[in-house]
């Protein structure tokens, strides 16, 4: 039974999850996603709580392609007030914290973070694995080539499935070598990767699962939805919801959502098939 520790407590991954999004930067691609007010903040929350999320990622540096680079100093500036009033009016919520930086992994945890979301799996700071060891939270380590400067000038593979299982195992190897236990990864869509790239990586994304950990997919309202349907980020939501059941058809045991009814929905829908299969549905 795959299942991860947080805060003392197992979480079952067995049955897929769902982690709500909450973006603490102004320039998030993805307008709706935006709090910077602790009232807003809070409302969004227990919305998302109210409708099923496991769990909240909370960044506060944009990883969009091109975003602006801005101090470790800001980024704490935005994230801890956000982090310890969540905890303070949600004790028992489970808060990931995005960012590649291990400063701010580690104050993020002491101030009540359950799991660190590493868009870089340790590349972009030589102390974020050793940090993590010695936290003890899940880790999430995703696949991207540069960093979010750089990395639309990166996206070129000659076996692009192939390249990110390798990476993703090299990272999985170094970070048990350090003894960190509960490893999640993500294939990064949308991350040095063509439209095409990100067809190509969800369609073949059941190879994921040798790899023997969770898998985390997040595709909500990327560009590979919106610029294929010609539509914008706001109006992506039924595109997302589509390749969310894709991605848990090829093993995802976490989906990281704007929209997280929707998301919640699609897992009780495909289990409630799957034991139709089985012959114990209940529905």
Do not use: W
């Amino acid at each position: 039974m795959a299942s991860i520790n947080c805060k003392g407590n197992l979480i079952d991954l067995s049955t897929p999850r769902v982690m709500g999004i909450l973006n603490l930067t102004p320039d998030s691609f993805y307008e709706g996603s935006r709090f910077t007010h602790a009232d807003a903040v809070l409302a969004q929350t227990e919305k998302m709580l109210t409708e099923g999320a496991d769990f909240i990622d909370v960044g506060a540096y944009s990883s969009r392609p091109g975003a602006a680079d801005i101090s470790v100093d800001e980024e704490l500036s935005r994230l801890l007030p956000v982090v310890e009033v969540l905890i303070k009016n949600f004790p028992n919520l489970l808060i990931s914290v995005d960012t590649f930086r291990s400063k701010v992994a580690k104050q993020a945890v002491q101030a009540g973070a359950a799991l660190i979301n590493d868009i870089s799996a340790g590349h972009l700071d030589e102390n974020m694995l050793t940090t993590i060891a010695a936290l003890q939270v899940p880790y999430i380590m995703m696949h991207m080539k540069g960093n979010p400067q750089t990395m639309n000038n990166l996206a070129q593979y000659n076996d692009l499935v192939k390249e990110v299982i390798y990476y993703l195992s090299e990272r999985i190897a170094a970070a048990r070598a350090l003894g960190i236990n509960d490893v999640i990864v993500d294939p990064g869509f949308g991350f040095a990767k063509t439209i095409a790239h990100n067809f190509e990586l969800l369609n073949k994304s059941e190879q994921l699962q040798m790899l023997d950990v969770p898998v985390l997919m997040g595709v909500s309202r990327k560009s590979m939805i919106y610029k294929t349907l010609d539509v914008s980020a706001a109006e992506a939501l039924n595109g997302t919801t589509v390749l969310n059941v894709v991605a848990l058809q090829k093993g995802a045991s976490i989906l990281r959502v704007h929209d997280v009814k929707p998301a919640v929905e699609a897992v009780r829908l495909l289990q409630a098939l799957s034991q139709s299969e089985n012959g114990t549905a209940t529905i």
